[in-house]
C-alpha cells in the first residue's frame, strides 16, 4: 500500500509561480512512475504531468507544457510540480498519483488517469486574475 500526501496548494494571482510538493509512504518510491492531474469544478480530472521512476522521462499535457516541470527526489519520497506564470484556468484541486504498472521500469510513465493506482487527497490552487 501506498500513500500520498500533497502540499503547497494556495491562493495566488495571474502570472504567480507555485511548487506542489507530494511525499509517498514506502520504501519502493522509485519503481512507481508518479503523475499530477487536476480536476476543476464541474469538468473532469485530467492529466497534467508525468515522470518515470528514474526521472529519465517526462511528459506534459499541452496546456501547461514550458510553464510547468515535474522533478522528483527518490532519497525523499517526493515528487514536486513546480507551476509558473500561472493564469485563472489553472484553478483546481491537484492530485498526486503513483502507478505501479511499470514497477521497476526507468523510462515507463502513463498520462492515463485509469493506470494509477494510488491517489492522494488532492491539494487546492486557486489563480485569481
Known amino acids: 500500500q501506498v500513500q500520498l500526501v500533497e502540499s503547497g496548494g494556495g491562493l495566488v494571482q495571474a502570472g504567480d509561480s507555485l511548487r506542489l510538493s507530494c511525499v509517498t509512504s514506502g520504501r519502493t518510491f522509485s519503481n512507481y512512475a508518479m503523475g499530477w492531474f487536476r480536476q476543476a469544478p464541474g469538468k473532469e480530472r485530467e492529466f497534467v504531468a508525468a515522470?518515470?521512476?528514474?526521472?529519465?522521462?517526462?511528459d506534459y499535457a499541452d496546456s501547461v507544457k514550458e510553464r510547468f516541470t515535474i522533478s522528483r527526489d527518490n532519497a525523499k519520497n517526493t515528487v514536486y510540480l513546480h507551476m509558473n506564470s500561472l493564469n485563472p484556468e489553472d484553478t483546481a484541486v491537484y492530485y498526486c498519483a503513483a502507478d505501479q504498472s511499470g514497477y521497476g521500469s526507468s523510462i515507463y510513465y502513463s498520462t492515463r488517469r485509469h493506470d494509477y493506482d494510488y491517489w492522494g487527497q488532492g491539494t487546492q490552487v486557486t489563480v485569481s486574475s
Open positions: 515522470i518515470s521512476g528514474s526521472a529519465s522521462a517526462t
